[in-house]
């Protein structure tokens, strides 16, 4: 075979992840000739690999801006190369926009930390989760802009609650800072301790920063059907008809209001 | 702005925290090492030429390939090359294009390995002459990581690179790191493999980090050299005299500084060590 075809095949492959994938599959019966011919005595599986690691340079810088410690736990557990090379079967070339560029990999990532071989990876859905809801919330704060609230009200079966800045909600199994603190010290992800939590992201508008609360199912479920439209009422009988004290729910909504994170109107502005 | 580098020069690969590190610690590095991909997007970068020594890096030219760089690519690396002053252009042993399986041009952008046989040999030879006529500066090649066999091959890369230094006076940009991950990849003894390499044409020395994942040894910018780079780095200092040697420390925004200035002193040691300061 000559030396062109050889790398035309690595080249064509190393861009089109359909046909890396066809170049994968020794039983495919509907290769083109030359690439076969081309393919031939070539490690697929190596060249796969490469062109994850091609994928991971390239996103390097803008991954450890944004996802630095999603990054580094994928290494510490020696499965970056494997999920970059996953992500350019999936996806092919990254996209342009850093934003697109972000939410690709996070898919693929989200993908990977949600499947049962990651289950082994203790860690990698606490930080990935923590990393991507800081990510939302600067993107939200950087493309929507949130109106000065009207006039509050105090709390009342009819007013409405309103959030002040965009929140996501995630539960926690281990700290990620926790997590993070272990890999600086080079420890097992392990020895960060175990501690089942609701955490809240809210963002800060006038800072553009985000700042965590630790909060209860009930703060979880209170916020999920804070929607500009129920009034107190609505939400509270809700959350109580999910299992939930109406003394707990209604002492939520004023903590929640307490922390910033909502307010109260009435429903005619 | 030239710099002279009669003595050896000890620089850092362009990346976001040097000219920081710079301005925080004059005369820690000689130079900057900049690649000529970055300077057509990152205009921060293009602003350092002309006010600082730098020197051009190249993974455009796909001197291994058997797609001709075009005339529109080579006016833009020499204009570059002509405003930095630069003392050579480093080049890929590589190739980035190639011909498409509908006879397109494919841009991997990225450097492969090429097939290590006698018709590409020829070919990196033709090129390298041509371009250095077109460029009007002399290109030293870089080893490449070799992290798989490539089909075709007749040779391995280090046989491939002595044929190329028997048969031509080209000097060579040795990055270790490249050279340990094929060896390693190619089972290969490297304290023993780097004896039988035509050390003399070392020009240039690249330095940075190298991981193992998935049974495979890879290229890492984003790590330290390691132990054995240094090794290796000692090895080469004690039978030529590079003319410059650059840290490649550049796939990490957030690099941690002390890991750089410590590696640039333990470069600096080396060298007086060995008798080149």
Redesign the interface.
């Known amino acids: 075979?000559?030396?062109?075809a050889?790398?035309?095949?690595?080249?064509?492959a190393?861009?089109d992840s359909k046909?890396l994938s066809a170049i994968q599959n020794p039983l495919a019966q509907d290769l083109?000739p030359?690439?076969r011919a081309g393919?031939?005595?070539?490690?697929s599986q190596?060249?796969a690999?490469?062109a994850g690691?091609?994928t991971m340079?390239?996103h390097?810088?803008d991954l450890?801006?944004h996802l630095?410690n999603t990054l580094r736990v994928l290494?510490h557990y020696?499965v970056?190369?494997?999920v970059f090379r996953d992500h350019f079967l999936a996806t092919g070339r990254p996209a342009k926009l850093l934003a697109d560029k972000i939410e690709r990999a996070l898919t693929t990532l989200r993908h990977f930390a949600d499947s049962r071989r990651a289950t082994r990876f203790v860690g990698l859905r606490d930080v990935l989760t923590h990393e991507e809801c800081h990510w939302r919330i600067s993107q939200d704060l950087a493309n929507y802009h949130y109106p000065v609230p009207p006039a509050r009200v105090g709390v009342s079966a009819r007013a409405i609650p309103q959030k002040l800045a965009p929140t996501y909600v995630a539960r926690i199994m281990r700290a990620p800072e926790k997590l993070v603190a272990a890999l600086n010290e080079r420890q097992p992800l392990r020895s960060a301790a175990y501690r089942p939590h609701y955490r809240l992201y809210v963002g800060d508008v006038r800072a553009c920063a985000v700042r965590t609360i630790r909060v209860t199912r009930c703060a979880c479920q209170v916020l999920g059907l804070v929607d500009r439209r129920r009034a107190c009422a609505e939400i509270l009988a809700l959350v109580v008809r999910e299992g939930q004290r109406l003394e707990t729910a209604r002492a939520t909504l004023l903590a929640l209001s307490d922390a910033d994170v909502i307010s109260f109107h009435n429903g005619t502005t | 702005m030239r710099l002279s580098f009669e003595h050896p020069r000890v620089g850092l690969a362009y990346a976001g925290y040097v000219p920081g590190l710079m301005s925080r610690h004059a005369g820690l590095i000689d130079y900057i090492e900049m690649a000529f991909e970055r300077l057509q997007h990152d205009p921060q970068a293009a602003l350092l030429v002309g006010k600082t020594p730098t020197v051009l890096h190249c993974a455009s030219l796909s001197i291994a390939?058997?797609v001709s760089a075009s005339d529109a690519l080579l006016g833009e690396v020499r204009h570059w090359a002509t405003q930095m002053a630069t003392p050579w252009i480093g080049e890929h042993l590589a190739?980035v294009?190639?011909?498409?399986?509908h006879g397109e041009t494919?841009?991997?952008?990225?450097t492969?390995a090429?097939?290590l046989?006698p018709?590409?040999l020829e070919r990196v030879i033709a090129a390298r002459h041509r371009y250095e006529r077109t460029l009007d500066h002399q290109i030293i090649l870089e080893n490449p990581p070799q992290?798989?066999?490539?089909?075709?091959s007749t040779m391995t890369q280090f046989d491939f690179i002595r044929a190329l230094c028997a048969e031509t006076d080209l000097e060579l940009l040795f990055d270790i790191s490249h050279f340990l991950i094929t060896a390693r990849n190619s089972g290969i003894d490297p304290q023993r493999a780097v004896r039988k390499l035509p050390l003399d044409r070392i020009r240039e020395v690249h330095l940075s980090g190298v991981?193992y994942?998935?049974q495979?040894y890879?290229?890492d910018h984003?790590e330290p050299a390691p132990e054995e780079a240094f090794l290796v780095l000692r090895e080469i200092l004690a039978h030529s005299r590079p003319s410059a040697i650059t840290l490649e420390y550049n796939?990490?925004?957030?690099f941690p500084e002390d890991v750089v200035q410590a590696d640039i002193q333990r470069v600096r040691q080396s060298l007086a060590e060995t008798g080149h300061a």
């Not at chain 2, 494919?106 to 990225?110: K, L, P, Q, R, S």
């Open positions: 075979m000559s030396t062109e050889n790398m035309t095949v690595m080249a064509s190393l861009v046909l083109n030359d690439v393919a031939e005595g070539l490690d190596k060249l690999l490469f690691f091609i340079v390239r390097n810088n450890f801006q630095p290494r020696g970056e190369l494997s | 390939g058997t190739f294009t190639a011909i498409g399986l494919v841009n991997v952008g990225y492969v090429p097939p046989n018709s590409s992290y798989f066999r490539v089909p075709s991981r994942e998935m495979t890879w290229d984003g796939w990490c925004a957030l």
